[in-house]
């Protein structure tokens, strides 16, 4: 009886009592961001929220697909897929082309024939990667390609004496996507034996994909980086938070209403809702997103 008298749309518009959410690699900034939305959701909700670790924005967007989670933290570059419904904008992210200082790699040319760490074979990285790489006319099998986590890169320099490794077999240079600024980039920097690279084809590529914009890398970035005056260019994209396009909108306000608040945009670094709504010329939005920022174009940013 309730079938037939209630709409069927009542059904499918409900809070589920579990969300789970594609976070990335443990310890990322997805991964960061992705725990405090849960906390936030299952502190002020009655559902259960949950951290999904996964191997990267592909990674997440085929766990999308497929009905394994509820929500997903992924790179720009990665949208594109009629099922996928962009819920919010939440951060830049940089490209960032890091080389050994002992390397002798002085421009991105130079990476011809070096092995480079491009991103795991699930991570968004390796598209952007795929993209710089063509501004001089080179691509993925130019290189000797590393597909394992940049992460250890840190680890391989503790753990492997320069002596007892061969210069093919000892990654030289990494082209690395992730927050302007993160705490991971700068623990890299520091460690005083690798450098950035400037990319100097960022306006032409700014131009070609609309995705990007020019970015200067400037030394309040990154501290202990030992930048260069002038800065590093290069270009930055944007981290979102997606779903699809049948995702309850119940859930999706839900989500925004907490990822929002004044506090939790503190907290996380997150763009403003009055910026995140810059975003929305941009198409493949959730119909319960695009409610929700309407609210705020009419506020100045």
């Given amino acids: 009886w309730l079938a037939m008298l209630v709409p ?9 009592g579990t969300v789970r959410v594609a976070a990335g690699l443990s310890g990322g900034s997805y ?3 992705a725990r405090a939305i849960c906390e936030s959701l299952g502190s002020q909700t009655k559902c259960e929220a949950l951290t999904i670790s996964t191997d990267g924005s592909r990674d997440n967007i085929n766990r999308l697909e497929q009905g394994e989670v509820d929500l997903a933290l992924v790179q720009a570059d990665a949208l594109g897929s009629s099922s996928l419904a962009i819920v919010a904008p939440l951060y830049y992210e940089a490209v960032h082309i ?5 390397s002798g790699i002085r421009r991105i040319e130079d990476l011809r024939g070096r092995r480079v760490n491009v991103g795991m074979e699930k991570a968004g990285t390796r598209g952007i990667a795929e993209l710089v790489l063509k501004t001089v006319g080179m691509s993925l ?4 390609v590393d597909t394992s986590d940049w992460h250890l890169l840190i680890q391989q320099d503790q753990l ?16 690395i996507v992730s927050r302007l600024g993160s705490q991971d980039m700068q623990d890299l920097l520091a460690t005083g034996l690798w450098e950035l690279l400037a990319l100097p084809g960022a306006l032409d590529l700014q131009l070609d994909e609309p995705s990007f914009h020019a970015l200067l890398l400037k030394q309040k970035h990154y501290p202990q980086g030992n930048l260069p005056d002038g ?3 290069t270009v930055a994209t944007a981290a979102f938070l997606v779903a699809t396009q049948k995702t309850p909108s119940i859930l999706v306000e839900t989500v925004l209403t907490h990822l929002f608040s004044p506090r939790m945009v503190a907290s996380t ?11 929305q010329s941009m198409g493949g939005w959730h119909p319960a997103a ?3 920022f309407a609210l705020f174009r009419s506020i100045p940013p």
């Fill in 31 to 33: 991964d960061t961001l």
């Fill in 98 to 102: 890091v080389v050994r200082r002992e």
């Fill in 141 to 144: 099998p130019d290189l000797l």
């Fill in 231 to 233: 800065g590093v260019y």
């Fill in 160 to 175: 492997t004496p320069r002596g007892n490794m061969e210069p093919s077999e000892r990654t030289e240079a990494a082209i």
């Fill in 290 to 292: 695009q409610k929700f």
């Fill in 8 to 16: 069927g749309r009542f059904f499918h518009n409900r809070m589920p």
């Fill in 269 to 279: 670094g997150i763009f403003p809702p009055e910026q995140a709504v810059h975003w």
